[in-house]
């Protein structure tokens, strides 16, 4: 089985919702609306953050889909290299540990985010060795982990996509457009 089917396999095992939203690091320009915190569009051009609200303790893994397919594991990695959580609300990359402040699209297009949270580590081999640097999930080691949460093994999955804009200008021109249309629903 490819790469992507694997990815859409395991995106059909999600079980919660609204549970992880990427927030741009935007604020709000004089003659421009007022900017929510959310989106499910980030420019090219700036950084964003991860907010993951976890209502289950345990072992966090964050995956991320490219535009172009490439599957990259997040969590851990250098930006979350620490990937035990207790309950609540938690922003990242992890400010404390992790040398960097935001996560930087590199692709314009869907990218795609899924959440696991385990209550005990899970048993694969590249774990370990993911601290240090993001590593890109082949065919291969994604499949172990849909084999292990096939397994009946209890946890947690979430998932969320945005659209990586080309340019902070087409980042507001869509927000305005949204706006108008919303106003224009109501």
């Keep these: 089985m490819d790469i992507q089917n694997i990815w859409?396999?395991?995106?059909?095992?999600?079980?919660?919702?609204?549970?992880?939203?990427?927030?741009?690091?935007?604020?709000?320009?004089?003659?421009?609306?007022r900017i929510p915190e959310y989106h499910d569009f980030?420019?090219?051009?700036?950084?964003?953050v991860l907010k993951i609200n976890i209502d289950k303790p345990g072992y966090l893994l964050v995956l991320e889909?490219?535009?172009?397919?490439?599957?990259?594991?997040?969590?851990?990695?250098?930006?979350?290299?620490?990937?035990?959580?207790?309950?609540?609300e938690f922003t990242f990359p992890l400010e404390d540990i992790s040398?960097?402040?935001?996560?930087?699209?590199?692709e314009v297009g869907k990218e795609e985010l899924l959440a696991i949270v385990t209550p005990?580590?899970?048993?694969?081999?590249?774990?370990?060795?993911?601290?240090?640097?993001?590593?890109?999930?082949?065919?291969?080691?994604?499949?172990?982990?849909?084999?292990?949460?096939?397994?009946?093994?209890?946890?947690q999955m979430f998932f969320s996509s945005y659209l990586v804009v080309p340019t902070k200008q087409d980042f507001y021109d869509m927000y305005s457009v949204r706006n108008r249309i919303a106003n224009q629903s109501l």
Excluded at 42 to 48: A, E, L, R, S, W
Aim: hydrophobic share 35%.
């Design 8 to 33: 859409e396999r395991l995106k059909s095992k999600v079980n919660a919702d609204n549970l992880m939203k990427p927030r741009t690091c935007l604020l709000s320009e004089i003659g421009r609306p």
């Design 42 to 48: 980030i420019p090219m051009d700036h950084g964003f």
């Design 65 to 88: 889909r490219e535009p172009s397919g490439a599957i990259w594991c997040w969590c851990p990695s250098e930006w979350v290299p620490e990937f035990y959580f207790e309950t609540g």
């Design 99 to 106: 040398p960097y402040r935001t996560f930087e699209p590199c």
């Design 120 to 155: 005990e580590k899970l048993p694969l081999t590249w774990l370990d060795t993911n601290k240090q640097v993001a590593l890109e999930l082949e065919d291969r080691k994604l499949n172990e982990l849909s084999i292990f949460l096939e397994s009946g093994l209890d946890y």
